[in-house]
């Protein structure tokens, strides 16, 4: 017992190999040690091994199965593989042996949002808050504010008070406001929604570690490196099979709308908002270089850049893509453009745009998970804004025929002329199946995933008009 404790320890360090080692070593003693084969899963998704995971998750799950977390483990696993269908198999039978507790309730709901399955998301949320209540209740709670009609938005604010003062934890006590902020501002209770709205952004913003005025010395040196002389250095003639396509901008600019859009074309796959740059290639090149980013893009060489491109080529080999377009919807990207295109001379950028007020909204509005200061204070997204408007204001000229612009105001209120533009810049024929976007299940986790299962509408283009006084109110009060 002292070896599988060990080895969870090292885990938890992220000692992979050494873990890796004791619990092979248990599982010599114990071929059938459920825990042990559960922690070798763990260390195979972290590797993002994900064939080998299903493997030793599944013997886990045989092994443990009064345990739900190998199960959610191995749903992970099957849908890093392109299998929903076992990780919805997975999830269900979970709920089958646990009908009473909240937690896979909440589970498996996400996980039927994040497929398009709305309805039978609601009905899981639903029989959820009748299990023994929870953290996670307050969650269900704040998930169903988004899903039911405004006739049944009070019962859900009567549930949410008989919670209030029994969980202390601040993300607890975030949702639970942001949960009264939707309620309230579905009933058209505007001054209450945002009042709700303020307590919780105001919550988070003091969970914060940094400002964002702590980023600018950051995109100053990405300006002063990618300049017009680094631009004008002789670039790789690289063919690849495939055309790889950035689309970044703000967050709440339509990027998750634009991706489901795309990918019902034939020739279109996507990565989702990978941060293969930014983690993986970035990382190799500060250790090859010795350089911190962006300075270390000043020192590339043929075999790093080849080097580069195969570790993108295994992560979309990872994602099973296999169409000859390959997204990467990854906002931020956008501090990463001048790497981008000495590594892919031929990408595709598509910057997205949408008017300041209403972008800000929808991010004031919205619950980032992360807890950085743009998402929660309309101020601080304002100079985030700024930054990355001087960013791409800078590319812009130095690679015109790499980027192209589209606003979200034009994806809504003509989205096919502006589908097709883009399209065109992408070197593709316009398909009408395009348009039926909202009938995919592919997955979305993104916060648009309920938003992008419908027609268009142009609805989220007025929505931050009722609250533009209080705004703009915020707005000063926090710049005096």
Request: charged residues 25%; glycine residues 4%.
């Amino acid at each position: 017992m002292l070896l599988l404790d060990r080895a969870t320890e090292l885990l938890s360090e992220n000692r992979l190999r050494e873990a890796e080692f004791m619990f092979k070593q248990v599982l010599k003693q114990n071929p059938q040690n459920g825990k042990a084969l559960f922690g070798l899963g763990r260390i195979c998704m972290r590797l993002e091994q994900y064939d080998n995971a299903i493997y030793y998750l599944k013997r886990a799950c045989e092994h443990l199965p009064k345990m739900l977390d190998p199960l959610y483990a191995l749903a992970d696993a099957f849908i890093a593989v392109g299998s929903p269908v076992d990780a919805k198999t997975v999830l269900e039978y979970a709920l089958s042996v646990a009908k009473h507790n909240a937690q896979i309730h909440y589970h498996l709901g996400q996980f039927y949002l994040d497929h398009g399955f709305i309805d039978n998301a609601q009905q899981v949320f639903d029989k959820g808050l009748e299990c023994p209540p929870s953290g996670v209740s307050i969650f269900m709670i704040f998930e169903l504010m988004q899903l039911k009609p405004p006739s049944e938005i009070p019962a859900l604010m009567l549930r949410l008070e008989e919670y209030q003062g029994k969980y202390e934890h601040p993300k607890f006590q975030i949702i639970a406001n942001h949960a009264m902020a939707t309620g309230h501002q579905a009933l058209g209770e505007y001054q209450k929604a945002f009042e709700f709205y303020e307590k919780a952004n105001e919550l988070q913003l003091s969970q914060c570690e940094f400002k964002t005025a702590d980023m600018q010395p950051f995109f100053n040196r990405v300006l002063n490196t990618f300049n017009r002389d680094y631009f004008d250095r002789p670039t790789d003639k690289v063919q690849s099979t495939f055309t790889p396509v950035f689309i970044v901008g703000l967050p709440r600019t339509g990027s998750t709308l634009l991706e489901q859009i795309l990918t019902q074309h034939s020739q279109v796959g996507s990565m989702g908002e990978s941060t293969v740059i930014s983690e993986k290639i970035v990382p190799y090149l500060e250790m090859r270089t010795e350089r911190r980013f962006p300075e270390c893009a000043l020192e590339l060489s043929t075999s790093m850049l080849d080097y580069c491109r195969n570790v993108y080529v295994d992560e979309i080999k990872k994602h099973r893509v296999q169409e000859e377009v390959v997204l990467n919807k990854l906002p931020s990207n956008f501090q990463n453009i001048g790497l981008i295109y000495k590594i892919f001379p031929q990408a595709r950028i598509i910057h997205l745009t949408r008017d300041f007020m209403a972008n800000a909204w929808s991010v004031y509005s919205n619950h980032f998970a992360e807890n950085e200061p743009y998402f929660c204070s309309l101020t601080e997204y304002q100079h985030y804004a700024s930054m990355e408007e001087q960013v791409m204001t800078h590319f812009k000229p130095l690679l015109k025929r790499n980027i192209y612009t589209a606003s979200y105001e034009s994806m809504i209120k003509d989205p096919q002329r502006t589908v097709q533009k883009i399209l065109n810049f992408m070197y593709l024929k316009y398909e009408p199946e395009c348009m039926e976007f909202h009938k995919s299940r592919s997955k979305v986790e993104t916060l648009s995933k309920t938003q992008v299962r419908q027609p268009l509408h142009e609805r989220s283009l007025k929505r931050w008009q009722a609250f533009e006084g209080m705004i703009e109110k915020a707005l000063n009060n926090e710049q005096g």
